[in-house]
Structures are given as structure tokens and as C-alpha cells.
């Protein structure tokens, strides 16, 4: 694993927003709008190592996954937007990766990592924002931001999470917003509109969620009409305990 350059842009305070798959799509699809709403430019990649083989007529090898790095300038700061492909299946491979984003936060002087988590919630119809923080101080921060830390212990699986602990370690801040999602493997426009409303508050961005909300609706209705066609025992849903 390596990082790739197309161009080394000249940053000012930029703060990063970094996001890979996960429950309910809710990190992708969030960071992927943000970078169409606000056309930044690609200027970096990281390629990783994929779990199975792509083929052509006949002829295989290595699938790779890209982890592409854009930035856009802002009228008082600018943005770096991190979006990966896929999440490393080993331990190593997450750490290494995790490591080459904090390396390009650190060369670009960024000073916070914003990232996504889904909160799974079945049967919270209006999703919430709450936030995980890697320094004690930031939670005065995020009150002034009217955004609710969470409460007791828990576990935020996968690079979403992880993340921000790297960065702890050499001194960047980072925040977690999680946000909750009705739907483990069905995607959810609804709470990525949600976590964009809260990153666009606080970066003090202006974005137009009305796609977000289109696609928020149109899931709502089928997924409406499949339910009045199934009984309640395959409608009941299991109570989930963990983040991702």
C-alpha cells in the first residue's frame, strides 16, 4: 500500500472528512455527496489489496481498491474528502491504511478528521446525530454545536471508527458523528442527509440535500409496500448492539 499523487495543492487550514462503507451505506453515501455537491478534485489515491481476483476474457489477477483523497477550497478554510472503495479485511491492512490517511492529513496540516458511523435504531424514524471525540476538549465543542456526545461504552468497528484514534496519537483531532439508520444492508439516504445537515452547520458549507431526500423517499415507499406484504414474524426485527 502506497499513496499516489496527481497534484500537491496548496491548503489552507483544511480539516479532513474521511468515510468507507458500512451499515446502511451511511458513510459512503455521505462522503460521496459531499464530494459531487461541492465538485472537488481528486488530487491523491492509496490502492489496497482486494480479497478475490478480477478477471478479463479468461485472464485473472488482484483486484485493487482505491481510496481517493479530493480537496475543495472553502471561503474561509478548505476541505480534504477521503473516500474509499472497501475496508481491508485484515487487522494489518486496516491499521496500514489508516496509518497513509493520518500521513496525508499530517503533510497537509490538517488539524480535525471528521468521520461517520451508523447507530443502528429500528424503530427511530427521525434519525440523531451524536458525536465521539478524541480529546476531552472537544466536548465543550460539540455542546456549542448542539450536537449530544454518547453515552456509557461501546465500540466503533472498522476504519470509520479507528480512525480518529490514529489521529489521537499524533496530536490531530477527531470527531465521530454517528447517526442512527433504521436498516442494517438496505442503504440510508435519510440519516447521510442528516449527518451532512450537522458536517455543513459546523464547516459552515452550504449543500442542497434535496437529491439526498428524493432517494430517502422513494427507499421509504418500497420499502413500505414490502412490508404490507409480509407478516409480522418476518417483519420483526432483532435489537442490535453495536456501531460501524
Not at 49 to 75: A, I, Q
Not at 161 to 188: T, V
Not at 194 to 204: D, F, M, N, P
Not at 209 to 218: F, G, M, P, T
Request: glycine letters at 6%; aromatic letters at 8%.
Amino acid at each position: 500500500m502506497e499513496i499516489h499523487f496527481n497534484e500537491k495543492p496548496q491548503l489552507r487550514n483544511p480539516v479532513m472528512v474521511a468515510a468507507w462503507p458500512g451499515m446502511g451505506m451511511l458513510a459512503k453515501i455521505s462522503a460521496d455527496f459531499l464530494i459531487q455537491q461541492l465538485k472537488a478534485k481528486q488530487f491523491a489515491e492509496i490502492l489496497s489489496p482486494g480479497n478475490d481476483t478480477y478477471f478479463k476474457d479468461g485472464v485473472g489477477k488482484l483486484s485493487l481498491n482505491k481510496h481517493c483523497f479530493y480537496y475543495w477550497r472553502g471561503e474561509k478554510a478548505d476541505l480534504i474528502i477521503c473516500s474509499g472503495a472497501n475496508q481491508p479485511q485484515s487487522l494489518e491492512a486496516i491499521h496500514q491504511l489508516a496509518n497513509l490517511v493520518v500521513d496525508i492529513a499530517k503533510e497537509f496540516n490538517v488539524k480535525r478528521i471528521y468521520t461517520f458511523a451508523a447507530f443502528p435504531h429500528p424503530e427511530e424514524e427521525n434519525p440523531r446525530v451524536f458525536g465521539v471525540v478524541n480529546k476531552p476538549e472537544l466536548k465543550k465543542f460539540l455542546a456549542e454545536k448542539s450536537v449530544t456526545l454518547v453515552r456509557g461504552e461501546g465500540r466503533i468497528t472498522g476504519l470509520n471508527g479507528l480512525l480518529i484514534s490514529i489521529a489521537q496519537q499524533i496530536g490531530i483531532e477527531g470527531i465521530c458523528f454517528l447517526c442512527n439508520i433504521r436498516y442494517l444492508d438496505i442503504p440510508q439516504p435519510r440519516s447521510a442527509q442528516t449527518v451532512l445537515r450537522t458536517l455543513s452547520k459546523i464547516l459552515g458549507i452550504t449543500l442542497d440535500l434535496s437529491d439526498l431526500e428524493q432517494q430517502a423517499l422513494e427507499i421509504e415507499e418500497k420499502i413500505k409496500k414490502i412490508k404490507e406484504h409480509r407478516t409480522p414474524k418476518e417483519v420483526k426485527t432483532r435489537e442490535t448492539r453495536y456501531i460501524s
